[in-house]
């Protein structure tokens, strides 16, 4: 059973702090992302990774960068958080030449 | 860019009635087409997925139509019950491409015992 776990549930951060989400998959696959959640725009996608040490931009990548240092990790970081930064995360992963994404539980951030 | 675009944005059925949740997209070089149910608090799961070279696609109550010509799509569940409620995302991706997905923004329904 894929297992994708999230750092946190739930997190509340100052404006101006810097914040990391991590996201740990345990089924060796290659590729992971890490989405946005918000009403009435389901889910963007801000960055993606197809292997330790690479990451592509998505649609979002504007006050966010990423860190895939294993295969396993892939952090997302808001280096001076915002209010517009306030949303529910949500880190998902697959294998490489398969379709289907991999949840985690997300992370709802709030930003104050 | 690929666009997708979803209506309704919210559903209401009677238990028992059928539900049908439409999608089109903006690129034609995509050709796999999933639909994500995410229950409330919960994570977002697969629950059917249809590729460009396949009309229909049926999953016990669960169905999804493609119609490539006007790109779009359509996800419908029959005999519908209390746990479908649910918010349902379609995506549209180009497979070997990195499976980066563009999602729509999402239909909540909910289904009235």
């Known amino acids: 059973d894929v297992k994708v776990t999230q750092s946190s549930r739930y997190l509340v951060k100052r404006t101006g702090e810097k914040v990391f989400l991590e996201c740990v998959q345990d089924m060796d696959h290659e590729n992971m992302f890490w989405y946005r959640q918000d009403p009435g725009l389901g889910l963007r996608l801000i960055y993606f990774s197809y292997d330790v040490k690479m990451k592509e931009k998505g649609d979002i990548p504007e006050g966010y960068s990423v860190s895939r240092e294993k295969k396993e990790r892939f952090s997302l970081i808001l280096e001076s958080a915002s209010t517009n930064q306030t949303s529910m995360y949500l880190c998902?992963?697959?294998?490489?030449?398969?379709?289907?994404?991999?949840f985690g539980p997300g992370t709802r951030l709030l930003v104050l | 860019g690929e666009n997708v675009e979803q209506h309704p944005s919210t559903l209401s059925v009677q238990e028992g009635d059928s539900a049908v949740i439409k999608c089109t997209y903006s690129d034609s070089a995509s050709n796999y087409f999933p639909w994500y149910k995410q229950e409330l608090g919960k994570r977002p799961q697969l629950i059917i997925d249809i590729r460009s070279n396949v009309g229909e696609k049926k999953d016990q109550r669960i169905a999804v139509t493609l119609n490539k010509t006007a790109k779009h799509f359509s996800l419908h569940i029959t005999e519908t019950q209390p746990e479908d409620s649910a918010v349902y995302f379609c995506a549209a991706s180009i497979t070997g491409y990195g499976q980066n997905f563009v999602f729509g923004p999402g239909t909540r329904l909910s289904v009235l015992p």
């Open positions: 998902a992963s697959n294998p490489a030449g398969q379709e289907t994404q991999y």
